[in-house]
């Protein structure tokens, strides 16, 4: 990997925490537990906590990638970073510009044997 291709990973690691940083404060308001004082009717408040599972699920994927973004984010600067954690090959820059937080070949995460 050359410094240019880090520089650019980097980036793209930071714009992505950004953009799932700024996707949190309005799904953590649409989570928030709907009151049962709150005056709506049968079919909407059915359609309320149906909303509120969905967005708890979505919350929940963005905590773990924000997650793994973080950690991809101290290992960029390492010579670990875009190397399989498996293997120990290299992941190609075409999978870490799609998926910059990789921590394993496609092989390997395709091979679902430990
Ligand atoms: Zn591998």
Do not use: Q, W
């Given at each position: 990997m050359t410094e240019e291709q880090r520089g650019e990973l980097e980036e793209l690691i930071r714009s992505k925490i950004e953009d799932i940083a700024a996707s949190m404060p309005y799904l953590q308001e649409e989570t928030k537990a709907i009151a049962p004082?709150?005056?709506?009717g049968r079919l909407t408040r059915m359609e309320a906590l149906n909303d509120k599972g969905v967005n708890e699920h979505v919350l929940e994927q963005n905590r773990r990638q924000l997650q793994r973004l973080a950690n991809a984010l101290k290992r960029?600067?390492?010579?670990?970073?875009?190397?399989?954690?498996?293997?120990?090959g290299e992941i190609p820059i075409e999978r870490l510009r799609v998926?910059?937080?990789?921590?394993?070949?496609v092989p390997c995460a395709e091979n679902k044997r430990e």
């Open positions: 004082s709150v005056s709506l960029v600067d390492t010579n670990e970073y875009g190397h399989c954690v498996r293997c120990g998926v910059p937080e990789a921590v394993v070949c």
